[in-house]
């Protein structure tokens, strides 16, 4: 790794107790490995804030396919917003249901318009969105 910046940092002796017996559970190599993945999950995290961040998610709709018109309004949905889905899966689950997950890339504002869009749609039993990571 490149560039590497040592800086000290003052904590509790309690806290960085708990910490190293943490790490050591998830048998990290180094306390500096488990500060580094702590610092890249709080500015990925921070980036989810941001509605204009390109993101991957992914949702999954659970629904009724005996609802013809419901058919049709998932699909109007899906087209109005095809420049940020890169692919879906339908699955017949059982007589009366459908599972599909839609795999998505794009702003998050978007995505998350998308996601609620498709929750409200009458006859949709179960919606998750799930953010998976930044784009970049
Ligand atoms: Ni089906």
Redesign the pocket.
């Known amino acids: 790794m490149a560039n590497l910046v040592r800086f000290g940092v003052s904590l509790a002796k309690d806290l960085l107790a708990k910490f190293d017996s943490v790490i050591r559970d998830q048998e990290y190599p180094s306390r500096s490995k488990a500060i580094e993945d702590l610092i890249n999950r709080a500015i990925n995290e921070y980036k989810f804030t941001d509605d204009r961040t390109i993101i991957i998610g992914s949702i999954d709709i659970v629904y009724d ?1 005996h609802k013809r018109e419901l058919l049709n309004k998932l699909t109007d949905i899906q087209h109005d917003f095809q420049e940020i889905i890169l692919s879906s899966q ?3 689950l059982d007589h009366h249901n ?1 599972f599909e997950i839609v795999i998505v890339k794009g702003e998050k504002g978007k995505i998350e318009k998308l996601s609620a869009l498709i929750k409200s749609a009458k006859g949709v039993k179960h919606s998750l969105l799930r953010l998976a990571s930044a784009a970049e």
């Open positions: 396919h339908h699955i017949h459908c």
